[in-house]
C-alpha cells in the first residue's frame, strides 16, 4: 500500500507533510507508513475516505481497479 499511496501523493502533487495537515494525522505517521515501517490504522484510512472521496479505496489497499 506504501508504494500507492506515493502515487496518490505524486498525483495530487501535495507533500507528505501537507498530506498529513489535510487529513489530521502526526506528519511521521505518513512517513512511516511511506517508509514501510508500518501499516495504517483505522483512523488513518478513515480520515483519508472522508477527505479524498473520490480516491478508490479498493486500489489504494489492494491494487484492483484504478486510482479514481
Known amino acids: 500500500m ?4 506515493q502515487q496518490f501523493l505524486a498525483a495530487e502533487n501535495i507533500s507528505q507533510g501537507s498530506f498529513a495537515d489535510k487529513i489530521n494525522v502526526a506528519r511521521a505517521s505518513v512517513f512511516h507508513i ?3 515501517r508500518n501499516k495504517p490504522g483505522y ?6 475516505i472522508r477527505h479524498y472521496p473520490e480516491l ?4 489504494l489497499l489492494t491494487g484492483k ?4
Open 56 to 59: 478508490n479505496i479498493e486500489w
Open 43 to 48: 483512523e488513518f484510512i478513515s480520515s483519508l
Open 65 to 68: 481497479g484504478k486510482m479514481y
Open 2 to 5: 506504501n508504494t500507492r499511496l
Open 34 to 36: 511511506l517508509a514501510g
